[in-house]
T-cell receptor, first 114, second 108 residues
Framework: DGGITQSPKYLFRKEGQNVTLSCEQNLNHDAMYWYRQDPGQGLRLIYYSQIVNDFQKGDIAEGYSVSREKKESFPLTVTSAQKNPTAFYLC?????????????FGEGSRLTVL | AQRVTQPEKLLSVFKGAPVELKCNYSYSGSPELFWYVQYSRQRLQLLLRHISRESIKGFTADLNKGETSFHLKKPFAQEEDSAMYYCALLTGANNLFFGTGTRLTVIP
């Protein structure tokens, strides 16, 4: 069953701790994205990666880090430097070929900082 | 810089009534616009794209470059249309820039 898998669905962490959210896709998509979804603010792009071993900052990259060592995987680390990390995080991917614009999303990970 | 504005955070209509979800954009390039939808307990998914000029689940959206708008319309709302709707603008390199979303509630 092809798709994007995010884990964990729910995560709690204490202030000062780093946490890594997993995103795996078996769609053979080239590009992968991390968005943050907050009530009233829509989706905001954190990081994206067009190809393996390359990634770019989005609009709100501060306090986050990523890696893209494999095409299938794009983990997001929320570091202790992120001032307001409690949020819902969405991973998405897109094929490099047409049609453009159709992102495929995971089910999301909800991070709560205690 | 690009901008996508969805002025209504919440919109309620009665079943069978027409519905229009507003979206305005600002972009220096040639715009490609999309509507995404998130039903309760489901993933965010593409509803329609302007270049296809298609009608999906009775919804249509016309790109109006003069008014820089891409409003989503449906003549007769159904209860199953209740969801969160996001307007999105495709910028360079396959990046989608999303609006803040409108939560549509269709009242039975």
């Amino acid at each position: 069953d092809g798709g994007i898998t995010q884990s964990p669905k729910y995560l709690f962490r204490k202030e000062g701790q780093n946490v890594t959210l997993s995103c795996e896709q078996n769609l053979n998509h080239d590009a992968m994205y991390w968005y943050r979804q907050d009530p009233g603010q829509g989706l905001r792009l954190i990081y994206y990666s067009q190809i393996v071993n390359d990634f770019q900052k989005g609009d709100i990259a501060e306090g986050y880090s990523v890696s893209r060592e494999k095409k299938e995987s794009f983990p997001l680390t929320v570091t202790s430097a992120q001032k307001n990390p409690t949020a819902f995080y969405l991973c998405a991917s897109i094929t490099g070929t047409s049609p453009t614009g159709e992102l495929f999303f995971g089910e999301g990970s909800r991070l709560t900082v205690l | 810089a690009q901008r996508v504005t969805q002025p209504e955070k919440l919109l309620s209509v009665f079943k069978g009534a027409p519905v229009e979800l507003k979206c305005n954009y600002s972009y220096s390039g040639s715009p490609e616009l999309f509507w995404y939808v998130q039903y309760s307990r489901q993933r965010l998914q593409l509803l329609l794209r302007h270049i296809s000029r298609e009608s999906i689940k009775g919804f249509t959206a016309d790109l109006n470059k003069g008014e820089t708008s891409f409003h989503l319309k449906k003549p007769f709302a159904q209860e199953e249309d209740s969801a969160m709707y996001y307007c999105a603008l495709l910028t360079g390199a396959n990046n989608l820039f999303f609006g803040t979303g409108t939560r549509l509630t269709v009242i039975p």
